[in-house]
């Protein structure tokens, strides 16, 4: 299979509400033009280095998609052209964005984090650090982001139960924050689901999916 026909089989899949992103970490630009050139505009990338090497010599209208752990002497090197910020989990990383986007005129759309899993590896907030972020005076006074979703993984397990739970319990937290007026926020994008898992994911309400190998085959 060529990666242009990944792409093609897996668009056949996805619901209309449901946004591919392509995680091409890793990856040579010569294998993300041949999915740019089935039509793919958004690409995921976990390394802010290689992101902004590949935003140089790849066309403009991709969505470059940050999904790795973000650390805040990074942000500056992204905030001119990032689409969206996949995995904040701390305060003080949003007003970093906030302060870098603000000194590129732009407003970044961001994922805040859940930690959903069960290992105690993945970052995150819980539910008690969620709603400190979204009644914190500092929040409101940011005017160079955007909080547009929430992003979760779950356990790296075959039990298929677990991940639902998991998948879930996003979804919930999700609905609640949704209904909230909290300034700053359009919560409209749940990033959860993988190559091993996004069709589950689909089903427990995800409206954005992380697809890498299934895209572009293993990595090194």
């Known amino acids: 299979m060529s990666i242009a026909n990944n792409i093609k089989a897996i668009k ?7 946004t591919l992103a392509a995680v091409s970490k890793t990856k040579p630009v010569s294998d993300l033009m041949q999915a740019y050139e089935t039509g793919q505009r958004i690409f995921g990338e976990n390394k802010i280095q290689e992101m902004a090497d590949k935003w140089e010599q790849m066309p403009k209208d991709i969505q470059w998609h940050m999904i790795g ?3 805040t002497n990074k942000v ?8 969206l910020i996949h995995g904040v989990d701390s305060l ?10 603000a000194k590129n005129n732009r407003v970044i759309d961001c994922l805040l984090q859940m930690h959903i899993a069960e290992e105690e590896t993945k970052f995150g907030l819980d539910q008690e650090e969620l709603a400190a972020i979204f009644n914190s005076v500092e929040l409101q006074e940011m005017k160079n982001i955007k909080i547009v979703g929430l992003m979760g993984m779950a356990t790296f397990t075959d039990n298929k139960d677990q991940i639902k739970k998991e ?3 996003l979804k919930s937290i999700f609905d609640k924050a949704a209904e909230q007026k909290v300034p ?20 427990c309400g995800s409206t954005m999916v992380r697809v890498g190998s299934s895209i572009f085959g293993g990595r090194n």
């Open 76 to 83: 500056k090197y992204m905030a001119p052209f990032v689409a």
């Open 184 to 203: 700053n926020c359009d919560l409209t994008i749940i990033s959860m689901g993988m190559s091993g898992d996004y069709p589950l994911a689909i089903e």
């Open 92 to 101: 003080k990383l949003l007003q970093e964005i906030n302060k870098q986007a």
């Open 12 to 18: 056949a899949t996805l619901p209309e509400n449901v």
């Open 167 to 169: 998948f879930m319990l």
């Open 69 to 71: 752990h973000v650390q």
